[in-house]
Each structure stands twice: as structure tokens, then as C-alpha cells.
């Protein structure tokens, strides 16, 4: 009865986890002790951005020096490449030939100075491009695991399916959220438009563009940027076309199309349009209600705004310096602009973008623009 309930508080933990990544290590490490280990390690084996590595603390050290120098070396990672990557609950013990400690520099290089040299995996695939890992590390002279531990071993991988999808949808919900709050701040028009060329996304700003030459109408019962002049439109549509055509897959920034619509007696809008969402692989989009898109951005000239300050920008976490680069980056500048006008290295410029793109929730530049675009609101 101890054991159950003790099974139930992880698994109960495992959930909590979602909404408070901080009990995740304590859940590995409490799965680690109920499954004969002396640490436990979350990783994903296939590139994935949006899916976090976790590692006991006992087994940091440990987990570096793998990363760095063994894991092509590792056994275990080559059985798993071998076998297609099988899924479900394995056990090192069983499934490795018994020689492999003896023999692989792996074990007697490297294992054995951290005390383990065998495991106990619950391995998943929750995407066809995504596999995961999670580790039990057990002592040296541990045996095969028991039919108690895999059972307890299932337990886990059954809701850990469960964790991935919920994690996910919960990460997806909170972009969503800051995306469409961002934009309905911001005094540009702006909207968002899928290969189709329906407007999935339109905030207030571009609905008051339509007295100067830009509606937004539906057209055979869908939403779509519309404009007084039909040569414009032949421009418009284009620009959107091209933007598809130009998605980048390996997120390198790619230069917006710029247009102008006049008008007679005021200033032109002038209109920008670039990729949004470049993803066109079978991995889950970071937003998937947008999926693959373009982002078109509207600027009205007689428009005063306040510039972004960065007291509002530090309020959403980042550093001065981060701040810095963000207002550049973000307005369509280079990383090489940045570290030009602000005195830094290009590769600090780097780091910079890397620290804020994690702390802001965004993977591309265009991403980027939107979300910090005319801060002063919350300043």
C-alpha cells in the first residue's frame, strides 16, 4: 500500500509539473529511488526546441561530460539507433550484450566513475519526428530489473504521454496569448494570413484602415485583405505569394516585402509583408492555429508613436543589453546592426538574441517584430 500511494504522489507530481517546472527534477528523482537508480535524465534523442531536457542533480556532472565526449559511444544509444528507436519500457540489463561492461570504453572510461553503468528507460514516441527518452541510471552492480520495477516503470510511460500533450498545448496556449494581447496593443494594423490567403488573425488597428484604401471584406466567406485599388491588390497578393514561397526553413531571418497604398489626401500606408511561421515539416508548429503563415504589418506615417522604452521591455524579463538588441533585431535590422550601433561583439549579439527569444517565447525574427512592436503601452 506504501508503494501505491507513494506512486500515485509521483505521478500526481508528474502533472503538477506542467504549471510548475520546478517539481520535474523532484519527480525524476523520486521515479530514480522507486526504480533502483541513483538519478534519472529526461531528454529528447532527436532535435527538438521545444522540449527541455531535465537531469537529477546527482547526474549533472555526468550528463555534461556524456554530452561533450560518449554519447556516440554510449551502448544504449546505439542499440536504441539500431533497433529503430523502439518505444515503451527497456531494460539496459537485458537488452545489451552482457560483455558490453567489460569491453566499451563507454563503461570502464566513464560509467563506472559515476557509479552506474546500466539503465532502466521508459522510451516514447509522441511524434513521428520526436523520441524521448527517460532514464533510470542504476548502480554497477545493479541486476535486471525486477517485475515489480517495470511494472511501476509502465505506470510512468502510460501518463507520460499525457505530460508531452499537455505541456505542449499549455506552452502553444501561453504564445497564443501573448501573441494576439501584443498585437492588439500595437498601433499598426496587423494581421495574419494563411496560404489561403484568408485572415486568420486581424487586430483592431487594421479594421480602422479601411477609409484609407485597405478593408478587410470576406470573400466568398472568408476574411481577406482587400484594397480600393485593384492594381494594389495585384501587388498585395503577390507580396503574400512570395512570402510563402520564401519561408526559410532553418529560421534565418528573410527580408519583409514593402508596399505603399496612396491615398489623395493623406499619406500612403505603407505595408510590410514577410514569413511568420517557417516550419513546414511534420513538427509540431509552434503555433499550430496559425501553422504555416505570413505576417503583414500596416504603418500609418501621420501615426505618432511613443518609442518602445526600455523599462517596458525589462518588464517582460530582459537585461538592458537584451532590450537593447531586441529593439534593433526587432524592427528588421540585421544581428550585425546591433552589434554595430550598441559596441559589441557579434557574438554577444548572439548570445543576447538566444537569452531573449527564450525568455519572450519566439523562435524567428518576425516573431519577434510582433511582439515587442510599440511596447509604450506598458511603460
Not at 567489460?102 to 557509479?115: E, L, S, W
Not at 552492480?141 to 502510460?158: C, G, L, R
Not at 525589462?314 to 550585425?336: D, F, K
Amino acid at each position: 500500500m506504501d508503494l501505491l500511494i507513494r506512486i500515485n504522489e509521483l505521478v500526481a507530481m508528474m502533472y503538477r509539473s506542467v504549471f510548475d517546472p520546478d517539481l520535474f527534477p523532484v519527480f525524476l528523482d523520486g521515479m530514480a529511488r522507486e526504480l533502483g537508480g541513483v538519478g534519472a535524465i529526461f531528454v529528447p534523442l532527436t532535435p527538438e526546441d521545444n522540449v527541455p531536457s531535465h537531469v537529477s542533480s546527482c547526474l549533472v556532472e555526468a550528463v555534461s561530460e556524456y554530452r561533450q565526449h560518449w554519447w556516440q559511444r554510449d551502448p544504449g544509444f546505439a542499440f536504441a539507433r539500431n533497433n529503430g528507436f523502439p518505444t515503451g519500457v527497456l531494460d539496459g540489463r537485458r537488452l545489451i550484450n552482457h560483455d558490453a561492461p567489460q569491453n566499451a570504453p563507454f563503461y570502464y572510461d566513464f560509467a563506472h566513475r559515476y557509479d552506474f553503468s546500466t539503465f532502466l528507460s521508459i522510451t516514447m514516441r509522441p511524434r513521428s519526428d520526436l523520441y524521448l527518452t527517460l532514464g533510470v541510471q542504476r548502480p554497477i552492480d545493479s541486476p535486471p530489473a525486477s517485475s515489480e520495477e517495470i511494472k511501476i516503470a509502465k505506470i510512468f510511460h502510460n501518463h507520460f504521454h499525457s505530460i508531452i500533450q499537455l505541456r505542449q498545448n499549455t506552452l502553444n496556449q501561453r504564445i497564443i496569448t501573448a501573441l494576439t494581447e501584443s498585437a492588439e496593443r500595437n498601433k499598426n494594423g496587423i494581421a495574419v494570413i494563411d496560404p489561403d490567403f484568408t485572415v486568420i488573425f486581424a487586430n483592431q488597428a487594421l479594421k480602422s484602415f479601411a477609409s484609407r484604401g485597405l478593408h478587410l471584406r470576406n470573400a466568398t466567406g472568408k476574411p481577406k485583405l482587400i484594397t480600393a485599388d485593384p492594381r494594389l491588390q495585384g501587388q498585395l497578393d503577390r507580396s503574400i505569394g512570395q512570402a510563402f514561397r520564401r519561408l526559410d526553413p532553418d529560421g534565418v531571418a528573410v527580408r519583409p516585402a514593402v508596399l505603399s497604398i496612396p491615398h489623395p489626401d493623406r499619406l500612403p500606408l505603407l505595408v510590410s509583408v514577410a514569413p511568420l511561421m517557417a516550419d513546414t515539416s511534420e513538427r509540431l508548429k509552434l503555433v499550430p492555429q496559425f501553422g504555416v503563415s505570413t505576417l503583414v504589418t500596416v504603418v500609418d506615417p501621420e501615426m505618432q508613436v511613443t518609442p518602445i522604452q526600455f523599462e517596458a521591455m525589462q518588464a517582460l524579463g530582459l537585461t538592458r543589453a537584451e532590450a537593447a538588441v531586441a529593439v534593433i533585431v526587432g524592427h528588421g535590422r540585421s544581428p550585425a546592426d546591433a552589434a554595430r550601433e550598441l559596441g559589441l561583439g557579434r557574438e554577444t549579439v548572439r548570445t543576447h538574441l538566444k537569452s531573449l527569444f527564450a525568455k519572450l517565447q519566439v523562435k524567428r525574427q518576425s516573431q519577434l517584430s510582433m511582439l515587442i512592436s510599440h511596447l509604450s503601452d506598458l511603460s
